[in-house]
């Protein structure tokens, strides 16, 4: 399938709120007053994105965009020592159509080509972790909340 990634823009934060409610029902399911609960909801989407614009400045964020339609979003930081994927999510009709697959394999093409590991964190219990695990990521390290996961091209040896 073929998936293009273009950055988002201001425009696009109605999707980016609806994508979020989609990644997080917890929020939205939130035994509060409908006002009170969108408020929560308007107040971590706004943390989130906050926080990674501050932990990583220099991330590309960009919308995916399959068939002419936006279906997700990806964060990505390439630096020096590796390519560290920040965050990627789909709305749910677009899930289990090869679209995380196409996402991982563009991202370690280019790891490969530059030489370097890609490297995400994913939250137990996350089912994103076994396509993580298929496509060849292993786990480095865990917390006891979140799995740190590395992918290497083969030959390439660890840092």
Do not use: K
Request: proline letters at 4%.
């Amino acid at each position: 399938m073929s998936l293009i990634l273009r950055p988002v823009r201001a425009t696009d934060r109605a999707f980016l709120l609806h994508l979020f409610i989609q990644v997080r029902p917890d929020l939205a399911a939130l035994p509060l007053p409908a006002e009170a609960r969108q408020h929560m909801i308007d107040m971590q989407f706004n943390a989130q994105d906050r926080g990674y614009a501050d932990g990583f400045p220099f991330a590309s964020h960009d919308i995916v965009v399959a068939r002419g339609q936006d279906v997700g979003q990806i964060r990505v930081d390439r630096g020096a020592e590796a390519i560290h994927l920040i965050d990627v999510s789909l709305l749910a009709a677009a899930q289990g159509q090869g679209l995380g697959s196409s996402i991982l394999r563009d991202l370690q093409t280019e790891a490969a080509a530059e030489g370097l590991p890609v490297g995400l964190s994913v939250q137990h219990g996350n089912r994103a972790a076994d396509l993580y695990r298929r496509m060849g990521f292993t786990v480095t390290d865990d917390n006891g909340v979140h799995l740190a996961m590395e992918w290497r091209a083969a030959g390439s040896a660890p840092s």
